[in-house]
């Protein structure tokens, strides 16, 4: 067994554990994945120190597994989480989230005349670029950058 | 193409188009035909636009079709406060097919997927227009007889200009060479250009409207829109500078039309008019003649 550390959300037998969340996003990770409305254990710890993010967050989540797809979601508001997959207390695969090529609701469209900040339209757009994240509106065909991105 | 909307250029591939613009040729030849004869057609414009609500109406009128509609939002229940949602789902029963102008970008797309009937986008917002952008097309191939490798010259409001942005996204499919003249102040925007640089096309932008156009197959018009500059001493002295005259166009090409999408103001000159090479009326019909191929062409009836 490695060094014996401390942990400040305790490990789960089966499950998923997203971490290096940005602390500020944490709510809008369990929002996106709907985690407020599953009924298994849910176990989370923010403002944890990360060197990489300054404060982190980190989920565990007891009995779920993702689909690659679902989980790529979370990847405007946490670009560099990394999933592990537990099985039996042990990490059995470990993954991180790519941008998906279409984004569907999360992200508001930055055009204030676009229809969808008119009407209750869910928003849909085609991700026209990937490292510095750029929307195309699939209505009003206008970019949403990165710096003017909003969460819904 | 039956049962498909049109909400933008880019909905048509490039043999679509060139079907639509084959068709229009049909319709020049006969513009009335009882082709549309039982059929209802809804004109829903929610802001005012004359002149493409009469070259539709035209359009249909002309092939037997009925119209039902409104020519601005005060005289529908949008003034009730009716959401575009509920407009779309109760219009549908009444029609064949949608005709829409609407001032919110995004709007045709979105009506058009709630829909049961084909919508037509005639203009949302500072988005999308695409029966202007057939009838552009079509003006130019039927004066230059091809649409390859021809050299456009756009003029004038290059930064809000929706027409110019589609017309110019259009041509880059027939490898267009283009030359861009305008303020300063609205040039064409970045992502266009980039759009062209990654398609590997030439584009040249000047300040100064003077005897490059020598060079032209198409000169593109457009207005300069007051309301477009913060500094109204900044419109006073751009208004005068891209005026087209009559004298300017000595060494053009033979082949050389110029188009506008119209209203003009003072942009060209009317001593233009008399000009062989002025085209803009006659693009204005060739709209009708556009717009009954799409129409029929949307409908399955051709």
């Known amino acids: ?152 | 193409m039956k049962n498909r909307s049109l909400v933008s250029i880019d909905d048509f591939s490039t043999e679509e188009i060139l079907r639509i613009l084959d068709l229009t040729e049909e319709f020049e030849k006969e513009p009335t035909r009882k082709l549309l004869e039982g059929k209802v057609i809804a004109i829903l414009f929610f802001e005012p636009s004359t002149r493409t609500r009469l070259s539709f109406e035209s359009a249909i009128n002309r092939l037997g079709g009925k119209i039902v509609g409104f020519s601005d939002a005060s005289s529908s229940s949008v003034s009730k406060g009716e959401t575009l949602n509920d407009t779309i789902l109760t219009v549908n029963n009444y029609c064949d097919l949608i005709v829409m102008r609407h001032p919110i970008e995004g709007s045709a797309r979105y009506a058009s997927e709630i829909s049961s009937v084909p919508v037509i986008n005639a203009g949302d917002g500072a988005n999308q227009h695409p029966t202007q952008t057939l009838l552009d097309l079509y003006s130019i191939r039927k004066t230059q007889g091809r649409l390859d490798n021809l050299n456009i010259f756009m003029v004038g409001d290059l930064k809000y200009g929706r027409t110019v942005h589609s017309l110019m996204m259009a041509m880059s499919r027939w490898n267009a060479t283009f030359n861009f003249i305008s303020p300063e102040e609205l040039k064409m925007p970045d992502e266009f250009k980039l759009y062209l640089d990654n398609l590997g096309l030439k584009y040249y932008e000047h300040n100064d409207f003077t005897d490059i156009i020598s060079r032209a197959d198409i000169i593109y018009m457009t207005r300069v829109q007051k309301e477009r500059f913060s500094d109204p001493i900044e419109y006073e002295k751009v208004k005068n500078v891209y005026v087209l005259r009559n004298s300017m166009l000595k060494n053009t090409k033979p082949n050389m039309r110029i188009l506008h999408p119209l209203p003009r103001v003072n942009e060209i000159h009317q001593d233009v008019d008399s000009n062989p090479k002025a085209y803009y009326f006659e693009q204005a019909l060739n709209g009708v003649y556009t717009r009954q191929a799409i129409v029929c062409s949307l409908l399955g009836i051709i």
């Open chain 1, 1 to 152: 067994m490695k060094e014996a550390k401390q942990m400040s959300v305790s490990a789960i037998q089966n499950g998923t554990v997203i971490d290096h969340v940005p602390a500020s996003n944490l709510f809008k990770v369990i929002q996106i994945l709907g985690l407020d409305r599953i009924d298994t254990q849910i176990t989370f710890g923010t403002n944890l120190e990360s060197k990489k993010l300054g404060r982190k967050a980190i989920i565990k989540i007891s009995g779920i597994y993702f689909e690659d797809e679902d989980i790529n979601r979370i990847a405007l508001v946490a670009p560099d989480a990394k999933l592990n997959i537990i099985k039996d207390y042990e990490v059995v695969e470990k993954k991180v989230v790519e941008v998906p090529d279409n984004i569907v609701g999360i992200a508001k469209c930055m055009n204030p005349k676009c229809i969808t900040n008119f009407e209750s339209v869910t928003t849909r757009f085609k991700v026209v670029s990937k490292k510095n994240v750029a929307l195309k509106c699939h209505y009003c065909e206008k970019i949403t950058t990165q710096e003017n991105m909003q969460i819904i």
